[in-house]
């Protein structure tokens, strides 16, 4: 059964840090592209990055580009996602999300870890 | 606004069908599938539609059809527990991203 456990979230400054993890099992992680999205409090889903089987490939979404940083650790069936400079509109619960073969689409959530930015 | 264009919201009886869509262009819904994402009381996404086939435990009562720069998502007899919000997302290859609908809801009367 595909898993997939988001940690890491929690409440921070403006202009902190923060770095969140997603542990994977039930399929071979080292042969999937992986995502994170994110939704704030009332609003739609929001695509944030997403990082190739090996890792060799890494694309952003403006609003995060140059602030956040996507990375995995294929031995150990890890996503990892280092969020800097945070702002009070990156508040949302971020999950992390398999990508189907061959740019598919997303096809298995996490159950998602609530990042709040606030003074 | 999103780069994906879906109904703010659609509703229907029991027993009904609905047709939820999700708009795009030739850089994104004309060149690549599409996946549907149901969620409820904004719980974690679940996939109800990826591409045209139908995930593990998803009710046959979802179908999923493109047409062009279209994308449908067809519930054929509604049920209660169908009412939620619905996303459709699919990757853009001009923009280098993953794109996302604003979303559907569909409320179930």
């Known amino acids: 059964e595909v898993q997939l456990v988001e940690s890491g979230g929690g409440l921070v400054q403006p202009g902190g840090s923060l770095r969140l993890s997603c542990a994977a099992s039930?399929?071979?992680?080292?042969?999937?592209?992986m995502n994170w999205a994110r939704q704030a409090p009332g609003k739609g889903l929001e695509w944030v990055s997403s990082i190739s089987a090996s890792g060799s490939y890494m694309y952003y979404g403006d609003s995060v580009k140059g602030r956040f940083t996507i990375s995995r650790d294929n031995a150990q069936n890890s996503l990892y996602l280092q969020m800097n400079s945070l702002r009070v509109e990156d508040t949302a619960v971020y999950y992390c999300?398999?990508?189907?073969?061959?740019?598919?689409?997303?096809?298995?959530w996490g159950q998602g870890t609530l990042v709040t930015v606030s003074s | 606004q999103s780069a994906l264009t879906q109904e703010a919201s659609v509703s229907g009886t029991v027993g009904q069908k609905v047709t939820l869509s999700c708009t795009g262009n030739s850089n994104n819904i004309g060149s690549y599938a599409v996946g549907w994402y149901q969620q409820i009381s904004h719980g974690a996404p679940k996939t109800v539609m990826f591409?045209?086939s139908l995930p593990s435990g998803i009710p046959d009562r979802f179908s999923g059809s493109k047409s062009g720069t279209t994308a449908s998502l067809t519930i054929s007899g509604l049920q209660p527990e169908d009412e939620a919000d619905y996303y459709c997302?699919?990757?853009?290859?001009?923009?280098?991203?993953?794109?996302f609908g604003g979303g559907t809801r569909l409320t179930v009367l």
């Open positions: 999300a398999r990508e189907g073969d061959g740019g598919s689409p997303l096809d298995y």
């Open positions: 591409g045209n």
């Open positions: 997302s699919t990757w853009d290859h001009s923009l280098s991203a993953r794109v």
């Open positions: 039930g399929f071979s992680f080292n042969t999937y592209s």
